[in-house]
């Protein structure tokens, strides 16, 4: 069973390299499984190319299986398949851990971006002038699908100057190593220019259920899915608390926790402190005047970022289940 397993996945290989088409070609197969070879951005990648076809096929959920090459590979972490494939595993027994591993499920969110109705105003006014149209209904909105989290401030900040030097010279972002040292220096040199995401909470407005929440001095703010972000560290923290519920990845809530800068969140990373618990909830809803956003494991990217001078409206709304290996 493991050699045709292997042989089969040899020429899935092939195929998935030929955008999400190729899943047409399983769509009459009633069950099957998918072990994606990447990183979180890779996942999510997989993911929206179920999303696309899914609702044509016998199997419109396969459980889902990931070798992790990506360097946070946060959500393979939760999901128990480890921090990194380094090599020294045997295919054939990769694949016997994917064919008898458990089902288990996985909340995924919609994230709605809209700019005030005054931004998108000021924007169809631009789009007729360029147009040289009268009648323009472009919407500006925006609309992704999170698997693992939510960042605002200071993570999203750090978040685009590394997808910025990478872009700039990938050949150097080939190992795990470099990138974390990378992501290190950058966050150093944050603590001498804090200007950008200073008076966070001055700056938002954070809605969970319903409610508006009081905000501490913040330069973050984490919107978590799964307990595993920045390659690891866990912002929620272990410690149980009666005024919350134990969180898991399928249980219909999200989890929002505060960070008061970039020293608070290298003792995240380390292990040292945990986030500032904010609450908990499965509607969350922001309003943004002047922002970094990054919205973690999209298609292609282990994370996109947006950058909005105006007020923006953020709806992260429901949540999917797609059945994933355990």
């Known amino acids: 069973m493991c050699s045709r397993a292997l042989s089969v996945l040899t020429h899935d290989y092939w195929v998935m390299s030929r955008n999400d088409l190729c899943l047409h070609c399983f769509r009459h197969l009633k069950q099957f499984k998918i072990l994606v070879c990447g990183g979180d951005g890779t996942v999510g990648w997989a993911l929206s190319c179920l999303d696309?076809?899914?609702?044509?096929?016998?199997?419109?959920?396969?459980?889902?299986?990931?070798?992790?090459?990506?360097?946070?590979?946060?959500?393979?972490?939760?999901?128990?398949?480890?921090?990194?494939?380094?090599?020294?595993?045997?295919?054939?027994?990769?694949?016997?851990?994917?064919?008898?591993?458990?089902?288990?499920?996985?909340?995924?969110?919609?994230?709605?971006?809209?700019?005030?109705?005054?931004?998108?105003?000021?924007?169809?006014?631009?789009?007729?002038?360029?147009?040289?149209?009268?009648?323009?209904?472009?919407?500006?909105?925006?609309?992704?699908?999170?698997?693992?989290?939510f960042g605002l401030g200071i993570d999203a900040d750090l978040n685009l100057d590394f997808h910025m030097a990478r872009e700039e010279n990938p050949a150097k972002f080939n190992s795990r190593i470099h990138n974390k040292s990378v992501y290190l220096k950058m966050g150093l040199r944050k603590m001498v220019n804090r200007t950008k995401c200073k008076d966070l909470h001055q700056n938002i407005i954070v809605e969970v259920d319903g409610r508006q929440l009081d905000l501490p001095p913040l330069e973050g703010v984490i919107i978590l899915n799964i307990l595993s972000w920045g390659a690891g560290a866990n912002p929620w923290g272990v410690e149980k608390d009666d005024a919350f519920t134990t969180p898991t990845h399928f249980d219909g809530q999200l989890e929002i926790v505060g960070v008061t800068g970039v020293v608070h969140m290298g003792q995240i990373f380390s292990g040292l402190r945990t986030g500032i618990r904010l609450a908990q909830g499965g509607h969350v809803r922001v309003f943004i005047f002047i922002l970094y956003i990054c919205v973690s494991n999209l298609s292609f990217l282990c994370f996109l970022l947006f950058i909005y001078k105006c007020k923006v409206t953020i709806e992260i709304l429901g949540r999917s289940g797609y059945v994933i290996l355990d």
């Open 52 to 149: 696309n076809v899914g609702q044509d096929a016998a199997c419109p959920t396969p459980p889902m299986a990931i070798l992790p090459l990506g360097t946070g590979n946060d959500l393979a972490r939760v999901l128990r398949w480890g921090s990194g494939y380094t090599g020294g595993e045997e295919p054939l027994t990769i694949l016997k851990d994917v064919v008898e591993a458990e089902n288990i499920r996985l909340d995924r969110w919609t994230v709605v971006i809209k700019p005030d109705q005054a931004e998108k105003d000021a924007q169809k006014k631009q789009l007729q002038i360029e147009a040289n149209s009268s009648n323009t209904n472009e919407d500006s909105s925006r609309i992704f699908v999170m698997n693992n989290y």
